[in-house]
């Protein structure tokens, strides 16, 4: 299905069908389809069985929709923003989650590096909530993002970075969230105009790259609201 | 494996060993064994494929060790801390991520409903990422917790909370999180002293668990540190 990705379970295909997303088909059990009804697309009843086997999920939840990826906004970076950059991320549930933050915290737009995992892959979906129909996700080399960007700041979680409460964050810049196991690469490391850090009181090394994400972005809009 | 629970992967092993656990038994592969020694646990050494055999994982890391899940604490709650309670929280990778945020933040204690997650699951251990040795995890009915213990602040998100930004977080008190779909069950919300929210700029609907209980307890350790 070059092109193409698949939602599931009711709630997901709900928030599809209220998207800019183009859908191409809806398989759903005649008492979804009997709620649902949606003019402008095919929705093909399926037995729970053919739904089974559709899915991803041991208990898939009524329905599947299969949609197209959006072609990549090559001008979603307008400066004036405040932007997620991910470097290498690999779990698909911190991706998932990641997107999930963007929307709360009114991000339009979160950036991964080319060798992150892929968000159209159904556990990214299905971590995002539906956060994925609403923020707009781009994939692109960072070098040359910061390259392109000069006059944003970039903003990185360092061992030796100051104590995000006590410093401050700019209104706009791209916050780089590096790789799980690795942290922010080498060769990105020197395009940091600013290390943060957020402090720890006890004993865990890390932690989870989206509650890392989360707990700074936290912290970013309530120094800037 | 009654009473047991399975510590899968090198690293989590080694912070296993550096804990008061009690380690029944390790089964590493011959690299593994070279190089670590236990002189006081029986370090049994297997193949690729027995490893296999033993994980819940489809590329296992060098080694696995069977340890004695702790007997409960039942002193664990002593006032004058801030703690963490889970109201029946259902994902492995939530609790996990949970118990590695209080590890960071220095909360010693961790309480879920006795209808949340196990959190000997090796999905949770895995998440932990080491955390679960460190943090004390008591299993206790919630109700008896908050009626026991009225001298705490009980501390919850609900959609008409105040802005934690803009509210005063005591410096000790339980933060109650709710379950993922449901949020706060109705006999709990009536001990909820105080009602807070994570102000939203965009459009979802939520923030996943472990994200939100990472926000809160750092806008709580902002403000008392």
Known sequence: MYGKFLVEGDKAVRELLHSSF??????GLSDWISIHSSPHITVHMVSENELLQLSTHDKPDQVIAIADIPLQDENAIVGQELYIACD??????????IIRIAD???IKTVIFSAGSVD????????AA???LFRVKVIYEDLKTLFNNNKEL?????AMDGENIYQTKLPAIGILLIGNEANGISDDLYSFLSQKISIPSYGHAESLNAGVATGIIISEW???NS
């Not at 183009?22 to 398989?27: E, G, Q």
């Not at 290498?88 to 989650?97: H, I, K, R, S, V």
């Not at 892959?121 to 299905?126: G, L, Q, T, W, Y």
């Not at 700041?153 to 979680?157: L, P, Q, S, T, Y």
Request: proline content about 5%.
């Open 22 to 27: 183009k859908i191409d088909a809806i398989y």
């Open 221 to 223: 809009k309530r120094q």
């Open 104 to 106: 709360w915290f009114g």
């Open 119 to 126: 968000v159209y892959n159904p556990k990214v979906v299905s």
């Open 88 to 97: 290498q991320l690999n779990d698909p549930g911190n991706a998932g989650t």
């Open 129 to 131: 909530k539906g956060s």
């Open 153 to 157: 700041a970039v903003i990185g979680a």
